[in-house]
T-cell receptor, first 116, second 112 residues
Framework: AQSVAQPEDQVNVAEGNPLTVKCTYS??????LFWYVQYPNRGLQFLLK??????LVKGSYGFEAEFNKSQTSFHLKKPSALVSDSALYFC??????????????FGQGTELSVKP | DADVTQTPRNRITKTGKRIMLECSQT?????MYWYRQDPGLGLRLIYY???????NKGEISDGYSVSRQAQAKFSLSLESAIPNQTALYFC???????????FGPGTRLTVT
């Protein structure tokens, strides 16, 4: 069965420190992985995706994610956190097309809090 | 994303009432989706459509119906609302099967 797990409900980081938001996945076939961010009272915004190629993917707002096939992980990272990065982050995996049209399966979300 | 709009943004309704949530997009995408978000559960797919003539159930379609009036419009209906349909509802679009999805701002629905 396809699934995504975000093991931490909340991550607390001091401004200027590096941050990591963890994500592991289980999917048949090649994984197509995504990170989204949700600010209060807003829809989800796309940050980055891994389809194929380099294991380190760079995205919006200085975020990057590292794909690790052996550990089935796709952790989101940023070298220096900003208070404005505080938000809810979702990892998602796209299932094969024959399964409900290639829908996205989302993790439960991780609340990132960056303190000054 | 301003290219995907949802109306209403907030709605309170009573059990048993019929309600329609609307989604419009100016991105020109063929694929449209309806999700609901519940705390601690992430987003779950309700219905999806690949074009005006192609509508499919998602993982939690019971109690919901949809209408794809045009490429740009995809509506979600609750024929007889119940309290456990209280949630945040999102519409999304994508250009291709491998592309990212673009989300609307969401509709917060409360069923009393």
């Amino acid at each position: 069965a396809q699934s995504v797990a975000q093991p931490e409900d909340q991550v607390n980081v001091a401004e200027g420190n590096p941050l990591t938001v963890k994500c592991t996945y289980s999917v048949s076939g090649n994984p197509y992985l995504f990170w989204y961010v949700q600010y209060p009272n807003r829809g989800l915004q796309f940050l980055l995706k891994y389809i194929t190629g380099d294991n380190l993917v760079k995205g919006s707002y200085g975020f990057e994610a590292e794909f690790n096939k052996s550990q089935t992980s796709f952790h989101l990272k940023k070298p220096s956190a900003l208070v404005s990065d505080s938000a809810l982050y979702f990892c998602a995996v796209r299932v094969p097309f024959y399964n409900q049209g290639g829908k996205l399966i989302f993790g439960q979300g991780t609340e990132l809090s960056v303190k000054p | 994303d301003a290219d995907v709009t949802q109306t209403p943004r907030n709605r309170i309704t009573k059990t048993g009432k019929r309600i329609m949530l609307e989604c419009s997009q100016t991105k020109g995408h063929d694929r449209m989706y309806w999700y609901r978000q519940d705390p601690g559960l992430g987003l779950r797919l309700i219905y999806y459509s690949f074009d005006v003539k192609d509508i499919n159930k998602g993982e939690i379609s019971d109690g919901y119906s949809v209408s794809r009036q045009a490429q740009a419009k995809f509506s979600l209906s609750l024929e007889s609302a119940i309290p456990n349909q209280t949630a945040l509802y999102f519409c999304a679009t994508s250009e291709t099967g491998l592309g990212e999805q673009y989300f609307g701002p969401g509709t917060r629905l409360t069923v009393t």
